[in-house]
């Protein structure tokens, strides 16, 4: 009896050691990309002196950071947003130049600016709708690329770079305030005249980025912006759909994804329980489809120099993530949709998933990985609140859905 119980203590003990759950520590923030790199192109001084943050130590962590052993889709290669807050846009464009090559074999690099320009147009234009009931910022969701690209079409980003001449990367930050500063002024005067309004943000955002292009010449042809897309890049925006995972609303139905960057309350999501959720994923990526993802990335475990994102053991064990544990921090808050990514790539280990994402946030180039990013499904199943795919990747979980 003895020795069985020593047995089990040892199979214990090994199975502790096995998992190594890693430890929570303060540490210093270190300067990077952002700092190195964006802030002297864009002639902007660094912020305050570094200050220590709680996070996971993942340094005696092995991690599978190895681009080479994932099954890979093609993708443009990683591009950075600059000092922007249009993650969404990069990581949807990134998706649909994914599309396109996966449905054509076309290679067209296309201009997020494009979309960035008339998604200010529009929501400019709901301000004055709705009497200033508008949450104006940068910030907005995947869907929000499909709904600009089907009424204002889409250019290739050498036809609208939407930079100043001589810069690498892109700063919003003057911009938005002053058009922020603008709408303001129409709050107070109740000035709400939605050609003036729009008139005078389109006004701001050409001294900004220019005027985006009515016509394209691509390939020896003349094409505009709508005619682009349905002619050359045969995409189709209503065939993508966007799927999110949370129990305050019924599944297995459509519903509106309640967060501020949603901000003409879209409900055109479907929402199904976690596990179908993550099925969505799997199957699209297993079918060779891309994924686009958004959700939190300000996580202890989230780490921009160890290139990977995982739930450490000290907020919660793998076996207790479940839809309860994921509601909790989607409903004090905990969870929030600060960053949309595009998986690109998938591979197992040791029976568990990894997914490898392309990522245009400025500690996304950090590490050795320029521009990647490596997710454990546990931080997926957790952390991540709305995705984006072609109609045909969710085919299994829709077909239980829509009758």
Partial sequence: MKRLIL??????????????????????????????????????????????????????????????EYAKFWHFPPLSQGATGTC??????????????????????????????????????????????????QGSEATSVTRIIKKYGIVPASEYPGIPEGKKYHDHSRMEKEMSEYLQSIRESNA???????????????????????????????????????????IVPDDYFSFMSTMSQTYDQKGELVEPDNWWHCDDYYNVSIDDFMLVIDDALDSVFTVCICGDVSEPGYDRWAE???????????????????????????????????IVGVQDVDGERWYMIKDSGSGGFDGPNKGYRF?????????????????????????????
């Fill in 308 to 342: 990977v994102g995982i739930i450490p053991a000290f907020d919660i064990p793998s076996e207790y993530i479940d839809e309860s544990s994921r509601e909790m921090r989607l409903k004090n808050g905990t969870t929030t949709d600060d960053h949309c990514i595009h």
């Fill in 192 to 234: 709400w005249n939605t050609v003036m309004v729009v008139s005078t943000i389109r006004n701001i955002l050409d001294k900004y980025m220019g005027r985006p292009p009515q016509e394209v010449f691509f390939e020896g042809e003349h094409y505009t912006p709508p005619g682009f897309l349905r002619k050359v890049l045969q």
């Fill in 88 to 137: 969404w846009c990069f990581a949807t464009i990134s998706f649909l130049e994914s599309e396109i090559n996966r449905s054509s074999g076309q290679e067209i690099k296309l201009s997020e600016m494009y979309v960035v320009y008339w998604e200010y147009v529009e929501r400019a234009r709901a301000f004055v709708e709705n009497s200033g009931d508008v949450y104006f910022a």
């Fill in 7 to 68: 047995f089990f203590i040892g199979i214990a003990m090994m199975a502790v050691q096995a998992q190594e759950p890693a430890k929570g520590v303060f540490k210093e923030y270190e300067p990077g990309f952002y700092h190195k790199e964006i802030l002297p192109d864009i002639n902007a001084k660094p912020d305050a002196g570094p200050s220590a943050y709680f996070a996971a130590d993942l340094s005696e962590g092995d991690f599978p950071t190895d681009t080479a």
């Fill in 375 to 403: 997710l454990h499904e546990d931080y997926i199943r957790l952390k991540m609140m709305n995705i984006m795919v072609y109609k045909y990747a969710g085919k299994r979980v829709l077909d239980g859905i829509i009758k």
